[in-house]
């Protein structure tokens, strides 16, 4: 399979918790890009990686979230001390980068925080 | 701040009519927008994108229409069948801003055969 994945494709935690998510991206794919989607809304945007750079991180995003692609590959989305709102789907998609590029989405990661 | 919103929220119609969901967005900076479709339990896929240098596009049954002044952009499916029903999602973006995707929250489109 080619296209980005997610792992794991579920998740269910304890508030408090820790928990790590990783994408892998399409592999020429530069940028990568993190979304929450909860039940009802679109994709709320988090930030977003240009090979190792995080470029941009939504001010909505708390200290809490931490994100990083180290070797301008896969990427990883930390939540520490997770809390009942942060219960969603994690979505990550991948591009090139050229002037009009198609995002194209993981099957996302549903976490469930009790 | 960045803003898209998003009408309707649900839209039924019968098997070949025609539906239509309207879009608007905040950043008058905003340059390229993208329509994606989200079926149940599935991830969302690209379906068409327009930039701002076109006020039209056509991909069969389906059409985009951008309003710059108005930052308006709609969405036009034609001749709708079963298997169009899903969510469907606008969006806007700046090209060469690394593509920072604002979602509208969704249109759930039914098309009852």
């Known amino acids: 399979d080619t296209g980005v994945s997610q792992d794991p494709r579920h998740k269910i935690t304890k508030r408090g918790q820790n928990v790590t998510f990783r994408c892998d991206p399409i592999s020429e794919h530069n940028r990568l890009y993190w979304y929450r989607q909860t039940l009802g809304q679109g994709p709320e945007f988090l930030t977003y990686?240009?090979?190792?750079?995080?470029?941009?991180k939504s001010r909505l995003l708390s200290d809490r979230f931490s994100a990083e692609r180290p070797k301008g590959s896969f990427s990883t989305l930390e939540i520490q001390r997770t809390e009942q709102g942060d219960s969603a789907m994690y979505l990550c998609?991948?591009?090139?980068?050229?002037?009009?590029?198609?995002?194209?989405f993981g099957p996302g990661t549903r976490l469930t925080v009790l | 701040g960045e803003n898209v919103e998003q009408h309707p929220s649900t839209l039924s119609v019968q098997e070949g009519d025609s539906a239509v969901i309207k879009c608007t967005y905040s950043d008058s900076a905003s340059n390229y927008f993208p329509w994606y479709k989200q079926e149940l339990g599935k991830r969302p896929q690209l379906i068409i994108d327009i930039r701002s240098n076109v006020g039209e596009k056509k991909d069969q049954r389906i059409a985009v229409t951008l309003n710059k002044t108005a930052k308006h952009f709609s969405l036009h499916i034609t001749e709708t069948q079963p298997e169009d029903s899903a969510v469907y999602f606008c969006a806007a973006s700046i090209m060469g801003g690394g593509f920072k995707t604002i979602f509208g929250a969704g249109t759930r489109l039914f098309v009852k055969a």
């Open positions: 998609a991948s591009s090139l980068t050229l002037e009009t590029s198609e995002q194209f």
């Open positions: 990686f240009q090979n190792e750079a995080q470029l941009e």
